[in-house]
């Protein structure tokens, strides 16, 4: 301000030709050295509140009293000067009053200070007291006006602040929102193309943004109706300028580069998007946000294969397999609703999952998965229900032959060795097999009926296949009554145990006995444990049933004389019981025995596992004092190494050994004698099972085995009677045939029988290489011959040995033949006769 009062000055000198007088000069250099530390004044004002009073005094000092006096200076140089004219003067402060209102910007009232402050100077030189109001007045309406002014702007300035700072921090929101790879932001033009898309998007998709401005927006996706959820595309939505929500694309490869995920499914995204608008209702683009769904589809694509899928083996799971079999018997056409399922259930997996543990039980269900479907192949569908449970399901017609050909080749793969840690574990499948639409329509049916096939599998020794039958129903209701029945028999104490004595062979003097476990079934009488016991490993009744036959086996062994021991078996699932020990100190103690006259007869089976655990079992029991016997020697699929560890007293060799070795050829009292070679050399005994005819029990004699067991000396035979024979003497008589007769097969064929000129029908019930039994035939003399025609053009020639009401036991003239499998061949001659020509030619060639 200090220069345009000064040029103020030197433009009146100019203009009228006159110099100010000193008083004037004076008031004017002291008004222009009062604007002087104009910085100081704003440095002061910066450090005052902008609402404080002590403003006001500032600006009387910066403002008005500077213009006050070079008004009072310029009017007293007017005033003392007849020559200058009140109108240069005037001119004068308009300029002056124009610069302090530029110089002053928006302070208004300031301004007005600088107003009343130059007139007010030039009034206070001869004016009169109405000026003074007058100006007083105008200053006053002047002041109360800016106080208002002000205070708006002030309100308006707050607001504009508080807009500006919502507003930086929208955009501060927007830009961490789109650093934070959440989401992202783009715009395009009325012709689709980009003029905007954020920085980071840009930079995932290889590109700046000034790059992908100007591109067509639809560039960035693959715009194909794969993955799309809703049938309007954004092709649509763009051309129809609506808005959309959450549509998914894929992200274009071309445009990608490296974008593809580790599945190959690419990226994908969900964008959401609105027409723009002007003040006119002019389209002029599109503008809208994205966020990225590639983890969000892979989480989903993750759950989808939790549920669909087992987790372990990777096979489709049991909800997938009754989804895909539901979707084939529905299917429109009947006929392509024919196929076939097969229940798979591995055989001895329990023992190796109790043995070795769940993880080796994991392992192995991996292994016979990777078997199963490279078995099956493109043939069908492989799942896992479960557990050890699997299952195949075939589409298509099928044939019989064929499906028991590819079970057969399944059992066969399956039940080849495992390698699980270093171990050696043989299990084995049994397969049960529906058809439809010959086994039922519908998925309950067919897996129902399936499932029956499997038990009857299971039922009929493990290791093979069924098919699926009406007669298995019954079974099915019968092995559920039987369950029941052993339930109540448990509960109600009929189950029995009955001894079969062991006997020394070089003094054939009583031992001790093998504890038996039998049920007399209130309908069905006694029934073999082969039909109770397997009912009892199903349903977990084992280990109870185990326990109780310890404890009554020792509370019998205390009544016997303290040379007899007594020999109970463990199955595999009481010797992984920890608390098995404790259950066998309980036992020898209630019943006050010995522990060396207990022996625990023990399989293979016990060795899948070959861990601590079994060591550390062994150890225990041996520590009580009891003696283990190896059980079934020869018979399981455990290597030899086990015998160098495990603390065995007694090897029992298997009756199937025993079987047939006096039979010229076989080589089975080869196998005898080293197994006894083995146990002396370890310093173990030996049990021959299942001696029952003088030739076996001399055999075995020779062969060296410290004791035999089987019928030529006893049946197994109930406590009182054991008790009343040890009574009584401990030597024991072989009683039976001379040899054993040749094995016989049962069977149900009818007949035609020849005697003179008469001509009779019959039924062969069994049937050997030398006889059979034929029913339909009363009272018949022994001694009578038959030709008995056995099939078309096969006539044998046959004597009666002896007759029952309607049953007779006939011997051939001569032995039959026999196929690979050990059962009678019925061939007729000339079958016969091209089978030996055809051996004859192979010689020959």
């Not at 707050?158 to 500006?164: D, I, M, V």
């Not at 129903?473 to 029945?485: G, S, V, Y």
């Not at 339909?776 to 030709?787: C, H, S």
Request: with cysteine; net charge negative.
């Amino acid at each position: 301000m200090a220069p345009t009062l000064l040029a103020c000055a030197l433009l009146m000198t100019l203009l009228t030709g006159f110099a100010p007088d000193m008083g004037s000069a004076l008031c004017m250099g002291a008004a222009m050295a009062l604007c002087l530390p104009a910085p100081l004044y704003a440095r002061l004002e910066r450090r005052i509140l902008h609402d404080g009073w002590q403003r006001y005094p500032l600006m009387a000092l910066a403002v008005l009293l500077p213009l006050g006096l070079f008004g009072y200076g310029t009017a007293r140089w007017t005033h003392l000067h007849a020559g200058l004219g009140w109108d240069v003067t005037v001119n004068i402060y308009v300029i002056v009053v124009l610069m302090a209102t530029v110089l002053l910007e928006n302070r208004l009232t300031s301004i007005i200070g600088a107003t009343i402050g130059l007139w007010g100077g030039a009034s206070m030189l001869g004016g009169s007291v109405a000026a003074f109001g007058l100006l007083a007045v105008g200053g006053a309406i002047g002041l109360v006006i800016a106080v208002g002014q002000s205070r708006q702007a002030a309100s308006q300035s707050l607001a504009h602040s508080e807009r500006e700072r919502e507003q930086r921090r929208a955009e501060q929101l927007l830009h961490e929102y789109e650093q934070t790879g959440q989401g992202w932001f783009w715009e395009t033009d009325r012709l689709g193309k980009i003029t905007y898309v954020s920085e980071r998007i840009a930079a995932l998709l290889g590109k700046s943004a000034a790059e992908l401005e100007g591109r067509p927006f639809t560039s960035l996706f693959l715009l194909n109706s794969a993955g799309q959820q809703s049938e309007r595309t954004l092709v649509f939505h763009l051309n129809t300028r609506s808005s959309f929500q959450d549509l998914n694309v894929r992200a274009a490869a071309e445009a990608v580069g490296t974008l593809d995920d580790e599945d190959g499914d690419g990226r994908w995204w969900s964008i959401s998007g609105r027409p723009v608008l002007d003040q006119f209702n002019n389209f002029m683009g599109f503008r809208g946000s994205g966020t990225d769904l590639t983890e969000k589809r892979r989480s989903q694509q993750h759950v989808t294969q939790l549920a669909r899928f087992d987790s372990l083996t990777k096979l489709a799971n049991r909800f997938q397999m009754a989804e895909w079999l539901e979707k084939i018997l529905t299917t429109p056409r009947i006929e392509m609703r024919a196929c076939a399922v097969f229940l798979l259930d591995l055989d001895r997996f329990k023992q190796v999952n109790d043995t070795m543990g769940h993880p080796a039980g994991d392992a192995l269900l991996k292994q016979v998965a990777e078997r199963l479907g490279g078995t099956v192949g493109d043939r069908g569908r492989v799942g896992r229900l479960g557990g050890d449970e699997f299952q195949v399901v075939l589409h298509g017609a099928q044939q019989r032959e064929g499906l028991a050909h590819l079970a057969r080749r399944i059992i066969e793969n399956l039940s080849q060795p495992y390698s699980i840690d270093g171990a050696r574990v043989t299990i084995g499948a049994s397969i049960g097999i529906a058809l439809c639409p010959d086994d039922g329509n519908t998925s309950e049916a067919l897996i129902r009926n399936a499932d029956l096939a499997l038990y009857a599998a299971k039922g009929n020794g493990r290791g093979r296949h069924h098919f699926y039958n009406e007669d298995l129903h019954a079974d099915a209701r019968e092995r559920q009554q039987l369950e029941e029945d052993l339930r109540d028999a448990i509960a109600g104490g009929a189950l029995e145990l009955h001894y079969q004595p062991q006997v020394r062979t070089t003094s054939e003097r009583i031992t001790g006995f093998e504890a038996l476990l039998r049920w007399k079934h209130p309908v069905h009488g006694y029934m073999s444990p082969a039909r109770f016991v397997p009912v009892a490993e199903e349903t977990g009744l084992v280990a109870q049933i185990g326990e109780w036959a310890l404890r009554t086996a020792c509370r019998d062994l205390a009544a016997w004389p303290e040379d007899v021991r007594v020999a109970v078996n463990v199955s595999p699932l009481q010797f992984a019981n920890p608390a098995l020990p404790a259950i066998v100190t309980n036992a020898i103690a209630a019943a006050g025995i010995n522990p060396t006259r207990l022996e625990l007869e023990i399989t293979e089976s016990v060795f899948l596992g070959e861990d601590k655990s079994t060591e550390s079992m062994f150890a225990a029991l041996k520590g009580i004092g009891v003696r283990l016997a190896l059980d079934d020697f020869g018979t399981g699929y455990s290597s030899l190494g086990y015998l160098k560890k495990a603390p065995f007293d007694k090897i029992k060799i298997d009756q199937s050994f025993v079987r047939g070795a006096t039979v010229p050829g076989s080589r089975n009292g080869a196998i005898i004698a080293s197994i006894v070679s083995l146990a002396e050399a370890l310093g173990m005994e030996t049990t021959a099972e299942g001696v029952e005819t003088l030739d076996e029990l001399d055999l075995v004699r020779v062969l060296g085995c410290s004791h035999v067991q089987g019928y030529i000396y006893e049946r197994p035979i109930s406590f009182e009677a054991a008790s009343a024979k040890l009574s009584e003497s401990l030597v024991a008589v072989a009683q039976g045939p001379r040899s054993a007769r040749a094995p016989r097969q049962t069977m149900l064929r009818k007949v035609m029988l020849d005697h003179g000129s008469h001509v009779y029908y019959g039924t062969i019930r069994n049937i050997s290489q030398s006889g059979a039994m034929i029913e339909g035939l009363w009272n018949v003399p022994a001694g009578t011959v038959f030709g008995v025609h056995l099939a078309e053009d096969y006539l044998m020639m046959a004597t009666a040995r002896w007759s029952k009401e309607d049953r007779m036991g006939v011997e051939f003239a001569q032995a039959l033949e026999l196929d690979h499998t050990g059962a009678v061949l019925f061939a007729s001659a000339r079958q016969r006769r091209d089978r030996s020509d055809q051996a004859l030619l192979r010689r020959v060639g």
